[in-house]
């Protein structure tokens, strides 16, 4: 995929969200135990294929087959960080678009070193909370998966990521930022309950991995999976009665989320 | 467990539901990191017990004591395949049934091997879709979990399958085929939004393997677990909006299953 | 945390549970991968702040800025084992109160022996069913996670097992019992789908590891933990169909319970 410095409209979002649901893209995803079940009924939801290919035997192989490639760095051991930069080269030789997801860099010295490593390596798409861009940034680091840093203040560290390495960062937070070299999309759907269920932003990640396997753009596709998971929200946080509620509803929303929807109530600012 | 040639009724299938409830077997669990929450919860709310243990230092002992035994290879690793290989081992030494659940074998090199040796060894039932059980037996293999051949594609893959390991073959699909043999039992209750919902085959074949523990014979116990969770899945999807909320009422379909409910409604072809 | 031996009152479980709202500690689990998302669930609905940092590279320096840690025995494995070692010598050297919760101590060996050695370090609270209560102190061990004998058989154990490690046990069942030496308070709250659906135990320990960062002690952070959990649990089963709705309805209700509700409701004796 290449990146083009035009910004994509609603109608490109709502064509984005029609390809994920007709040729349902086949998401590769090295993710942490935490977010895997979720993250899989997140894809199924949105009308993709997930699996979840993380060790070192298969996980290069598989990334050449591929429709995308989501790199989460949560929970990280050995033997899945290696599976990880098997997956990373395989993808790029193939030329299958990848999404990286730095779960708490900055905070933790190890997975730090590792996203810091991934990242040189150009993903399509950087999704993370206003700490852990700062702390892929080199900036200081959050205390762990929650975002302790606005985004606002983030959107800096996110600008750079994005030029040195070439790649769309999507900044999540009240206020979404997707980012790609000077330009900034802004999205500001969503409900104070998605920070209140586990592995709602990895699960974005994925999705947004999904959207790459068929956009015409990484921007394009960090906004329509961003939209379309807070749109969902929106509708799901309307006849949830808490946190738990709100997180089967929030998957029978995405699934029933029609391009036309998406097209025409996302506001891209 | 014995095989034998007659073909279950439904008011086997009913006493086989009865067995679950009433003697809660202990069901081991190998199986993947996608599925190990959902999978526990199908097992309580039909009224087995779960128990996941799946490391190298313990697997083995436990086989011996538990009632059955389910092998699943989706996210295998070095230390979760030791394992997996040392529970079989010790559920033959020790007699306790136990279920093979191939998990994209066909499309990926290093479990199709581990695939194709666990088989070799006699298990109880093989739970598959039609891809899994086309790339276990030598056949092309799928895109992954999903499947992306009919069921009646494989057909022949399964009784062969079945002749050569001595074990029964339930092929998951839009119609279930339980295969033994020249054999075969058809089911086709369900519903479309189990394919939405993540690791639901998954927990089939544990409650494949519940059913084991209790049953006259394989071929019964499959029929019983595939019943169950398929008319479940009819009653839940009455009462949900999308695959979000359906998978909690599928839980409670489950626990509010009845032996004659089932006995009543299950149409066996 | 030090202990003493004046018992909490219902006052005292407000204070607490609202000190989990307001300061919203950052609690690192070391779990098994049935658990993960459940637990991050359930603390995020409570208001803390979840981390699973359960690496062998990180385990330990994280340890030293959380503000509890969880130490969950259920699917060990090698990496882990090392992990959960690690994490405990940091919380000791730090300050950190610590949680072991012994899943199925007595009926696996590996698992006995981590356990023992595990407890003999002092943790500030042991969370376990009677089987596994019992099977840590020495006695017979249960068949898996399902607790098989009864609270008050367990009493006694849990009262040595408090007595030579200094800690409080938090012993669950129908009848909570939470011992400290000589004294014992109990609780009688809950329903019986707490036990139809997984993992509530082992997010129960996580929510008294949350507890024993802003308690007074850690008798009252075990208290406040078991109340809010089984209150929330009552409130959950008045409105749902089974043990499948009766999860996501624990979460909202958790969510939903005020520190002057918990007050008012939780009857200690």
Do not use: I, Y
Request: with cysteine; charged share 15%; glycine share 10%.
């Amino acid at each position: 995929m290449s990146v083009r410095p035009t910004l994509p409209t609603a109608d490109d979002l709502g064509r984005t969200w029609e390809g994920v649901r007709s040729r349902s893209p086949l998401v590769q995803c090295l993710t942490n135990v935490v977010a895997t079940q979720r993250t899989a009924d997140v894809l199924l939801a949105a009308g993709a294929a997930p699996a979840m290919v993380d060790n070192p035997h298969e996980a290069g192989a598989f990334a050449r087959v591929a429709s995308a490639v989501l790199v989460n760095l949560g929970t990280p051991q050995d033997a899945t960080v290696e599976a990880k930069r098997l997956a990373v080269a395989a993808a790029r030789e193939a030329g299958t678009p990848w999404v990286l997801d730095p779960v708490a860099a900055g905070g933790l010295a190890w997975r730090t070193e590792v996203a810091r490593e991934l990242v040189a390596l150009g993903p399509s798409v950087v999704r993370g909370n206003a700490s852990e861009v700062l702390g892929l940034a080199g900036g200081a680091g959050g205390r762990g998966v929650d975002a302790t840093d606005s985004a606002e203040s983030a959107l800096e560290a996110a600008r750079e990521l994005s030029q040195r390495h070439g790649c769309v960062v999507a900044l999540s937070g009240p206020v979404d930022h997707l980012v790609l070299g000077d330009e900034v999309v802004r999205l500001a759907h969503g409900h104070p309950w998605l920070t209140r269920v586990t592995a709602v932003g990895c699960s974005l990640g994925a999705l947004v991995a999904a959207c790459c396997a068929v956009a015409e753009d990484s921007l394009a596709a960090a906004a329509t999976a961003t939209a379309a998971l807070t749109l969902a929200a929106e509708d799901a946080a309307a006849r949830s009665a808490g946190p738990g509620s709100f997180a089967p509803a929030l998957l029978d929303e995405l699934a029933a989320l029609t391009p036309e929807a998406l097209a025409g109530r996302a506001v891209l600012a």
